[in-house]
């Protein structure tokens, strides 16, 4: 803690990774777009590829804004997970970015859920 | 249409500039009183244009990228995304949802987006010259409290 | 030195413009990870020397006022405004604090705050052809936190 | 009440005037520029001229940004005042602010003092 003087005026990091059982949790945070979504995959594909878990969490509660990036992100992850029969679940996605996601017909395609923030932090 | 208020930016195509870009049309188009959801909505309308430009347009080379903001009146924004990178051969193709040309991290929902988020879309471009966006956005007029 | 990235914005010398010109500086100043102090003393900056164009370089005309914006390297930005109003006869005299043409309601400090709240000002001026302000500022190096 | 059914993106009313007894009092919101001042200055002498208050308290608790068009603001307040033998109080200036307000001298020029919000506000 010590070390972060300065006033914040930047995202915090755009994933942390938790991995508990055989379940790996990405919490997202902040602008994603295919700036952001690089990092975002790059961390996510190498520790599941090591880990290989059972389901992949994404978790979209501190999203404030996301492009159709995020869609790709999303999408890549369930190709990913499909390679050792793993699933993808969505979770606690901003009502504000329903719209897009629903554009992409994602509800199809992966399982949304809502968690209190207090469970899926840590 | 005349336009109230403009303003013209450009910037080299690199990544960063994608955050960059939308908050500057959200600063220009605050003008208007947009809601929350109207801003954002425009905001990631010109993401996936400024996106497009930047990985499709100049695909591997860095080339610039220009904006075009226009106020006009009763309450519209015209958004103008330029490049001079490599084109579109089909843009009837290329607008289609779900193209896309760039593999599997792309959704292929940018135009899509953009149609969606704004009022108005049109695209031009010219295989080897390049590729302009225009979008247009309408603001709901906002009923202003007294108080 | 050679700019990492950069950023060229034009618009309309009307006041609505001072707010959206400080808010986009700022939207391209923050990939250098400035804290929020540094940040505001750049918008404050950035918004003298855009009020001085809007309002001494055009006074009662409207003309165009130029940004460029660069970071270079080591955390620093550089920030040029340029307008092609009347200029100013004296500069030296112009940069003193207090001094102002504009009556009242101007307390004759913008140079003064430019100088104060950047690293580096220098004003380039000719009657009858316009004013370049380039200003430029070093942000503190952030220690990052690895948790 | 009703009538804002959008949810704001903007600032609140750049000044709000409150008259109690002979004290007016502008409460400043947002960012204080050329721009913004020219309506602030406008709505404060309008009624100033009219009520010859024998004091204008300036509150700038809520102003989140201010150039030396602020400090203009505040100078030509002074001047106004005068005319009546009234005086001019800065209230509630922000940390962040101080810069600017001492390298104009502002604090030889009036009363600076800090209140708490509920008194000031109604
Ligand atoms: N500015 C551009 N320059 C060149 N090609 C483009 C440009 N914008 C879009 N395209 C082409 O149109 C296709 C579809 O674009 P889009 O709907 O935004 O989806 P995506 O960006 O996910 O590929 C792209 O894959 C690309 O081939
Ligand atoms: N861009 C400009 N074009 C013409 N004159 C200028 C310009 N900027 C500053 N000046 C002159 O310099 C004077 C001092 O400017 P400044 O220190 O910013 O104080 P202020 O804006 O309060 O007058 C102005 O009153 C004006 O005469």
């Known amino acids: ?122 | 249409m005349k336009a109230m208020n403009e303003m013209h930016l450009n910037f080299p195509s690199i990544s960063t500039n994608e955050g960059f870009a939308r908050a500057a049309v959200a600063a220009f188009a605050v003008q208007l009183d947009p809601t929350v959801d109207e801003l954002c909505d425009l905001k990631t309308a010109v993401s996936e244009a400024v996106t497009n430009s930047i990985i499709h347009g100049y695909r591997d080379t860095i080339g610039k990228v220009y904006i075009d903001c226009k106020l006009l009146q009763d309450n519209w924004i015209q958004v103008k995304v330029r490049d001079h990178g490599c084109g579109i051969e089909n843009v009837e193709q290329a607008m289609e949802p779900l193209y896309t040309t760039a593999g599997d991290e792309r959704a292929g929902l940018g135009f899509a987006v953009m149609k969606n988020f704004t009022d108005k879309l049109k695209v031009q471009s010219k295989p080897g010259k390049g590729t302009t966006v225009i979008m247009e956005k309408a603001f709901s007029p906002r009923v202003r409290q007294n108080g």
């Open chain 1, 1 to 122: 803690m010590e070390a972060e003087e300065k006033t914040e005026t930047q995202e915090k990091r755009p994933v942390r990774l938790l991995l508990h059982e055989d379940t790996l949790t990405a919490l997202l945070a902040g602008e994603i777009d295919h700036h952001s979504a690089r990092e975002i995959r790059e961390a996510i594909d190498m520790t599941a590829m090591r880990v290989r878990p059972a389901q992949l969490v994404l978790d979209f509660g501190d999203v404030r804004f996301m492009d159709s990036s995020g869609v790709g992100l999303i999408l890549g992850r369930c190709k990913i997970m499909e390679m050792w029969q793993g699933h993808v679940a969505v979770q606690n996605m901003p009502p504000k970015l329903e719209r897009i996601v629903s554009m992409a017909g994602l509800h199809d395609l992966c399982e949304f859920r809502k968690v209190e923030k207090d469970e899926s932090n840590e």
